[in-house]
């Protein structure tokens, strides 16, 4: 059983444009919501995080949005930069002594073309 | 920035033999670190929490008989496949919690991944 998702394995976007990747969780638990970028034959790098009280954060290019009632987040990047080609995850942590385990959504690949 | 560090990057290995792979904190010493294995084209999966000077603790589902993790010291971790098999071939990933962080989940570093590919 997935506790994470990410419907949409690809995305492609024309460079400047606004990408916007999305990920729905079904574990009431989790309380902290991250997204990874992954290139290939490398690991995970870490890009934002949200915690359950708040409904935005926003870093730069990045802002992540959370929607607890409908247990759905997404990761906004705006302008998409064609260095913004990767495969990014979502990736869902509860709290207490869980509160390192990340479970990972399967990952949406972006392409942004220039 | 904080880095993790696997080796080898790549192993090829006959069936039946065991192959261990290493992972590194470099610049921090992290009392828990995290393996995880990746299929094609799907997410990562938790295989164990390794915590330093006590034993792993095993996702549902993840022998810990075949996969061997020791947490020796608080800069190292290892995670050794016995007895592999062609269907032990994956992309394995290693975290480290860089204890120093306020956010424990923002402050987990992943390694740059091994290839074990079982013949």
């Known amino acids: 059983d997935q506790q994470v998702k990410q419907n949409s394995p690809s995305l492609s976007v024309q460079e400047g444009r606004i990408s916007i990747l999305n990920c729905d969780y079904t574990?009431?638990?989790?309380?902290?919501f991250l997204w990874y970028k992954k290139y290939p034959a490398e690991g995970p790098t870490f890009l934002i995080s949200?915690?359950?009280?708040?409904d935005k954060n926003e870093d730069g290019r990045f802002t992540v949005f959370l929607n607890k009632s409908a247990k759905h987040l997404s990761l906004h990047i705006v302008p998409s930069q064609p260095g913004d080609s990767a495969v990014y995850f979502c990736a869902a942590s509860g709290s207490g002594a869980a509160g390192n385990k990340l479970t990972f959504g399967g990952g949406t690949r972006v392409l942004v073309k220039p | 920035g904080a880095v993790v560090s696997q080796h080898p990057s790549w192993v090829i290995c006959k069936s039946g033999t065991s192959v261990k792979i290493e992972c590194r904190s470099l610049d921090f010493q992290a009392t828990t670190m995290f393996w995880y294995r990746q299929f094609p084209k799907q997410s990562l999966m938790l295989m164990a929490t390794?915590?330093?000077?006590?034993?792993?603790?095993?996702e549902q589902g993840v022998e810990k008989d075949k996969f061997l993790i020791n947490h020796a010291s608080l800069t190292l971790s290892t995670l050794t496949v016995t007895s592999a098999h062609p269907e032990d071939s994956s992309f394995y990933i290693c975290s480290a919690r860089d204890p120093r962080g306020q956010i424990p989940t923002d402050t987990q570093y992943f390694g740059p991944g091994t290839r074990l590919t079982v013949l």
């Open positions: 574990n009431s638990m989790f309380d902290y």
């Open positions: 390794s915590n330093e000077g006590s034993k792993a603790t095993y």
């Open positions: 949200i915690s359950s009280i708040k």
